[in-house]
């Protein structure tokens, strides 16, 4: 078999392997390492030493290193902690009941309520499960208390909660932006009418699908109904500080007066602050923070340091000039790789999570970009829209796998299926909006930092 044969191979036995459920970041390193060691193979195996001669270890070595020593994953632990505070000081609880409350008189406000709290802790953690997982011990209950469809309500949690791959300060624009090597500064900027375009989408449709089926989200009792005096005081005590300390983070990171890591930071801190101000701050709950902290992050640098060593073997065989050729042959127009790209991420979205396909799939076409004339901070936001599916396109969709797991009996994973299926076409809808109209992703980035320059 000749080198590129042998990338392809490579690439067809790591999808294999993950299907049959092995761990991915260990499967990328095992099959970086194993061959990485025959990409590698120099021969004259004469002593025991000599086995472990080969190029592919110091590799290895060298990929850990890096991931380590590279200042903008720190954001990543920092924004991570961040959401982890705020969600174990309860002040998501409070925003979600007072949210309710104040969207009483709008069809489906328990589901409204929902989808708002789900923007706001996307914006404060960038942590899919935790916003999924969270938002279904405390969102579904409440809904099926108040007689909600249950499949109509997992669909709102599921899809809410895939937000925070989008609305930044997203750890996935973090990460696209180190394997891209863009400004994260201005993919954060690029994200940001997107992803609120994509959030009041899921409103609308709510709104909508309710009014023209009433049945699927009874209107909250009058008896239920607090004075409006409390339930502004309420909303004004828990909206309004978590929206401050939001839009400082974020406000500093695209007013260029901070770095992500800094503004991270920044936002860690407002974290504690406001848990003691809301008198929920307690030893066992930072540690816990703590602990859930370096757990998430010691999984996405496994998983950087596995993709940078399979990518790595995966290019000096071949593989990436193979499929290169391959689509440059085709004489496609824009429109169309874009198209076929977007096809193949969704695709992927059904065995593989985002962090896999970022890593090892979109370094592919991001050198074919310039030969199509595509901006790559446009492509990007149509890559993050995209990725919204691989965690809501069955039978893969991990959201779901995520609601299910905190259910347990209350809901059938086929209903959750079900229930999400209608956020897929929002999503793609997005896409061709974004598509149509690429200055909702390019118009804040061009005005903050002036236009792009390749």
């Known amino acids: 078999m000749t080198d590129p044969q042998v990338a392809i191979l490579m690439l067809c036995m790591f999808i294999f392997m993950v299907l049959l459920g ?3 970041a260990f499967t990328l390193l095992a099959m970086g390492v194993g061959f990485g060691y025959y990409a590698y193979y120099q021969g004259g195996i004469e002593t025991v030493a000599d086995i472990f001669d080969n190029n592919i270890f110091y590799l290895l070595n ?6 380590m020593e590279n200042d903008t994953l720190v954001a990543i632990l920092l924004f991570l902690f961040m959401g982890y505070v705020v969600e174990r000081a309860n002040i998501v609880n409070r925003l979600f009941h007072s949210l309710q409350m104040a969207a009483r008189n709008l069809p489906g406000s328990m589901a409204i309520a929902a989808l708002v709290t789900c923007a706001v802790f996307s914006t404060a953690s960038g942590i899919v499960g935790a916003v999924v997982t969270l938002m279904g011990l405390l969102a579904f209950p409440a809904m099926a208390a108040a007689n909600y469809n249950k499949q109509f309500a997992s669909g709102v949690i599921c899809a809410g909660g895939t937000l925070g791959i989008l609305i930044p300060p997203s750890i996935m624009l973090i990460v696209y932006a180190a394997i891209a090597e863009l400004s994260p500064l201005r993919l954060y900027a690029a994200a940001m009418f997107p992803g609120l375009l994509l959030a009041g989408l899921y409103i609308v449709y709510v709104i909508i699908r309710v009014f023209m089926q009433p049945k699927l989200a009874p209107k909250p009792r009058a008896e239920d109904v607090p004075p409006a005096a409390k339930i502004y005081f309420d909303l004004l005590i828990s909206f309004v500080p978590l929206t401050l300390l939001i839009a400082a983070v974020l406000g ?8 992500p890591a800094e503004a991270a930071a920044m936002g860690a801190l407002g974290g504690l602050f406001l848990a003691v101000i809301y008198r929920s701050l ?27 060593t399979f990518a790595s073997v995966f290019s000096y ?4 000039d193979v499929i290169e050729h391959f689509v440059l042959s085709m004489n496609l127009e824009p429109w169309q790789f874009l198209v076929m790209v977007q096809l193949i991420i969704f695709l992927l979205g059904w065995p593989l999570e985002w962090s896999e396909i970022l890593i090892i799939f979109v370094p ?3 050198p074919m970009l310039d030969n199509f004339g595509i901006n790559p901070y446009f492509f990007a936001m149509l890559v993050a829209l995209n990725l919204q599916t691989s965690f809501l396109t069955p039978p893969m969709a991990m959201s779901a796998y995520y609601l299910k797991g905190v259910l347990k009996d209350q809901i059938e994973l ?9 956020y897929l076409g929002i999503v793609t809808f997005s896409m061709v909006l974004l598509y149509q109209f690429p200055d909702l992703a390019l118009w804040l980035p061009d005005y903050l930092f002036g236009p792009y320059i390749p």
Request: charged residues 10%; contains cysteine; hydrophobic residues 50%.
């Open 22 to 24: 092995f761990p991915i």
């Open 317 to 320: 065989l071949g593989g990436h």
């Open 414 to 422: 086929i209903e959750i299926f079900k229930g999400i299926l209608p």
């Open 364 to 366: 592919i076409f991001l």
């Open 252 to 259: 500093s990171i695209l007013g260029g007066l901070a770095t």
């Open 62 to 67: 060298q990929n850990t290193y890096s991931v």
């Open 282 to 308: 307690t030893w066992t709950k930072v540690k816990e923070s703590v602990f859930l902290t370096a757990k998430s992050t010691a999984m996405v640098c496994w998983l950087f340091i596995g993709s940078w």
